[in-house]
């Protein structure tokens, strides 16, 4: 939908007004406090041992273990279980992104040598171990070794967006109080005692839709397509992501712009969906992208489907003044490439591939 601007809407402005105003580079949070909220999600009942700069081990692990010049490392936090159990997270904060870029080879080779301990011995946590990811954020780094690696990764980078109340123009205008992990629960559960009456009305609003348009025999592809189809007939972009004043609708990023309002910008699509396909088990990724093409930042989704990833860009299949399309449904990062305006980290995703739930 983003993609109008081709035309010749060129302001510098939208770059204020976009999904996204935080650079990435500098989080909202310690490395300590995105390590803490990795292992509240992933670390289940093990018993984890912390370590800072404050701890004599701290430089051991940095130096001995992950082989990394301690003077380049100003802060983090390493995160371990100990004995036959592979659970480690760090995150590491580094004096530039040259360091940062460089400590990933060398946390990827920390991670197979890693793996190779437990081989034979202990084969699922080799493979816990093989699932692991490293990944950078500007000049922070996080070794992610954990169940739902790629959930930890989210919970890593959603660090270096705009917390509710910030500083940045953007956060003070978007306050919402949406809470996806409570709605989730609620959802699971069945117990809505514990939403306020705004996190109420977007699990309303994704319940009533589900009991619409998703059967019990459908595929989880069918269901997908079911969810982008309706979605792109429910609500229409929020065009004031255009004005000059950068000012956008409060509750546009968030599914309850979405689901109340029927309008949304490309957060508000994106983590709609987001919402959806985890409601329904169906493994699905949000990519924030970087600035392209028209100088604005995006975001849209990857979902998994029979063991391949696939790219689903929900806002620019819903374009301002025509007909909803397939153009963004299920196509592979390559497309997206192409797409001249489609730019984001790509080690920080899976590269998708998939082509058998394409649209026809």
Not at 123 to 128: E, I, S
Request: charged residues 25%.
């Amino acid at each position: 939908m983003i993609r109008i601007l081709k035309i010749g809407i060129m302001m510098l402005v939208l770059v204020a007004a976009s999904c996204l105003a935080r650079k990435p580079g500098e989080p909202s949070v310690s490395p300590r406090v995105m390590a803490e909220r990795i292992i509240s999600e992933h670390g289940g009942s093990l018993p984890i041992s912390v370590l800072t700069p404050e701890d004599g081990d701290f430089a051991r692990f940095v130096v001995d273990y992950y082989q990394l010049d301690s003077a380049e490392v100003l802060d983090g936090a390493i995160c371990y279980a100990d004995g036959a159990e592979a659970f480690e997270v760090a995150v590491l904060a580094f004096s530039d992104e040259a360091a940062a870029k460089k400590s990933m080879h060398a946390l990827s080779s920390y991670k197979d040598s890693r793996a190779q301990v437990f081989d034979g011995y202990a084969p699922a946590q080799a493979a816990l171990v093989r699932d692991g990811i490293v990944d950078g954020c500007g000049r922070y780094v996080a070794l992610l070794i954990c169940p739902s690696a790629q959930d930890a990764r989210t919970l890593f980078r959603n660090c270096f967006l705009p917390e509710p109340g910030g500083n940045s123009a953007h956060a003070q205008q978007t306050v919402s109080g949406y809470d996806a992990k409570a709605v989730l629960a609620a959802w699971k559960s069945g117990d809505r005692s514990s939403l306020d009456s705004k996190n109420r009305r977007i699990l309303d609003g994704a319940v009533d839709a589900i009991s619409r348009i998703v059967r019990d025999d459908m595929s989880d592809a069918e269901k997908e397509r079911a969810v982008h189809d309706w979605m792109t007939d429910w609500a229409t972009f929020d065009s004031s992501v255009f004005g000059r004043n950068a000012e956008i609708r409060k509750d546009s990023d968030t599914p309850f712009g979405f689901f109340v309002e029927k309008r949304a910008m490309c957060h508000g699509y994106s983590s709609t969906f987001q919402l959806f396909m985890d409601m329904l088990d169906i493994e699905c990724l949000t990519v924030f992208g970087l600035p392209g093409g028209n100088g604005m930042r995006h975001s849209w989704n990857q979902v998994r489907l029979d063991g391949e990833w696939y790219c689903v860009d929900v806002a620019w299949d819903d374009p301002i003044g025509g007909r909803p399309t397939h153009q963004f449904f299920n196509v592979t990062s390559r497309i997206l490439r192409n797409s001249g305006i489609h730019r984001w980290d790509e080690s920080s995703v899976p590269e998708a591939r998939g082509t058998k739930h394409a649209a026809r």
